[in-house]
């Protein structure tokens, strides 16, 4: 069994809607949670990055993070083409593990 | 001007081949690292440095070698290429070695004919 379990997609929206995007994972060791976009031929950037749980908000983007039910989401409002994309969870304590990443693409 | 960049972006080789990849970071971090992204877009930690120490080394075949002249460096060496080495290989960086906040390098695209 995988430490980190990712919902595999891929997902295709119309532009302007919520996208949640789910992870799940099995150490609860994992202390720190984090959430990269990888465009294709690009390497992961970074876009969100919490400790605890509830919510973290950065513009269009919320990460939530429930440690009791070992359950983080990334939710992106208001949709844009830009936002397509693989998206992946990442999570530890002293070395990252990512999840296997979920391909989004936002249809104008 | 790149934070993590590493050279060659492409490289096509024959099995069988020894090849090198180097990575600068200007970032000013202390850990650097080599991840593995496999055709399902699978990303699995090959190794860490922190300050030139070898802090990971994960299962990885001894064909691959890391070398980190100081702490802006670090290169990785495969020897004796296989088909099954065929990936996108990224350098990365952070802050200290807790393995959070990491910064990507634009990977190298691997292709073992």
């Known amino acids: 069994q995988k430490e980190v379990e990712q919902d595999p997609g891929p997902l295709s929206v119309p532009e302007g809607a919520i996208v949640s995007l789910n992870c799940t994972y099995s150490?609860?060791?994992?202390?720190?949670f984090m959430w990269y976009r990888q465009y294709s031929r690009k390497g992961p950037e970074l876009l969100m990055y919490t400790y605890s749980s509830g919510n973290k908000e950065d513009g269009r983007f919320t990460a939530q993070v429930d440690k009791s039910s070992k359950y983080i989401s990334l939710f992106i409002r208001d949709s844009q083409p830009s936002d397509s994309a693989t998206y992946l969870c990442?999570?530890?304590?002293?070395?990252?593990?990512f999840g296997d990443g979920t391909t989004l693409t936002v249809k104008p | 001007d790149t934070a993590v960049s590493q050279t060659p972006k492409y490289l096509v080789t024959q099995m069988g081949n020894d090849k090198s990849i180097k990575c600068e970071q200007n970032?000013?971090?202390?850990?650097m690292y080599w991840y593995k992204q496999d055709s399902k877009k699978f990303l699995k930690i090959m190794f860490s440095?922190?300050?030139?120490?070898?802090?990971i080394n994960e299962t990885v075949p001894n064909r691959f070698s890391p070398k980190s002249p100081d702490k802006a460096h670090l290169n990785l060496h495969i020897n004796s290429l296989e088909l099954g080495d065929s990936a996108v290989y990224f350098c990365?960086?952070?802050?200290?070695?807790?393995?959070?906040?990491?910064?990507f390098g634009e990977g190298s695209w691997l292709t073992v004919v």
């Open positions: 150490n609860s060791a994992f202390q720190y």
């Open positions: 990442a999570m530890g304590a002293g070395k990252s593990t």
């Open positions: 990365a960086s952070s802050q200290d070695g807790t393995g959070n906040t990491i910064y």
């Open positions: 970032l000013g971090h202390d850990t």
């Open positions: 440095y922190n300050n030139k120490e070898l802090i």
